[in-house]
């Protein structure tokens, strides 16, 4: 099993562009989320979803779009980058909310 | 305002000894609670759980303690060894969001 799959893994960015962060699971899990790594803040919630169809925001969601086609993938669009977005993203999945996470590699984006 | 916090950011102890590391949370509807451990350039990866009808939870060297009236819980590790290094986060489940701690950065020296 490949567990939980982030592409792309570094990406440079400049202000105002977009992207999407890939994020998927081959668990079958429903429970997924996406938070950033900033030095002394620890994991920051970004979005989080509980099933296919639905999202909800975190801690710090603006900026950020997130949505749930399917069970296996949760995206997250940065629609207007920013320099504040520098960050380490992680995408996580859970059987349920009151289960372990596993985490992904994490993608490592520099807006400049 | 951070629902879950680890007040210590770093942690130094000497092999064999025992690491304490402590969190804080203040959401009433946590009722789930985790600690990870995270590597450089690495995703965190689940150490121990505890759900809050527990006082207590032990898995080998790793034992976490929770006091719900004060709304705190511990992780200890004992006897603590140089691969124990690494960052320890504390997470709170209230059963659909997970959020963390700041971390706190765990040096064990040999």
């Known amino acids: 099993n490949a567990g939980v799959t982030q592409t792309p893994k570094f990406q440079v960015l400049k202000t105002g562009q977009s992207m999407t962060l890939q994020c998927a699971q081959d668990?079958?899990?429903?429970?997924m989320s996406w938070y950033r790594q900033d030095p002394g803040m620890g994991l920051r919630l970004i979005h989080y979803s509980v099933g296919a169809g639905i999202t909800d925001q975190g801690e710090v969601p603006n900026g950020y779009n997130v949505s749930r086609s399917t069970t296996e993938d949760f995206p997250l669009r940065l629609l207007s980058a920013a320099p504040s977005q520098t960050s380490v993203y992680f995408c996580a999945s859970s059987y349920s909310g009151m289960r372990g996470y596993t985490f992904g590699s994490g993608t490592r984006l520099t807006v400049v | 305002d951070q629902q879950v916090k680890q007040n210590s950011p770093s942690l130094s102890v000497q092999e064999g000894r025992i690491s304490i590391l402590n969190c804080d949370y203040t959401?009433?509807?946590?009722?789930?609670f985790l600690w990870y451990k995270k590597y450089p350039a690495e995703g965190p990866t689940f150490l121990i759980s505890i759900s809050s009808i527990k006082d207590k939870n032990e898995d080998g060297r790793f034992t976490v303690f929770l006091n719900k009236s004060a709304k705190h819980l511990s992780l200890h590790i004992v006897p603590s060894q140089p691969g124990d290094s690494a960052v320890y986060f504390c997470?709170?489940?209230?059963?659909?969001?997970?959020?963390f701690g700041a971390g706190t950065i765990l040096r064990v020296k040999s």
């Open positions: 997470a709170a489940s209230d059963g659909n969001k997970l959020v």
């Open positions: 668990m079958n899990h429903e429970y």
């Open positions: 959401n009433s509807m946590f009722d789930y």
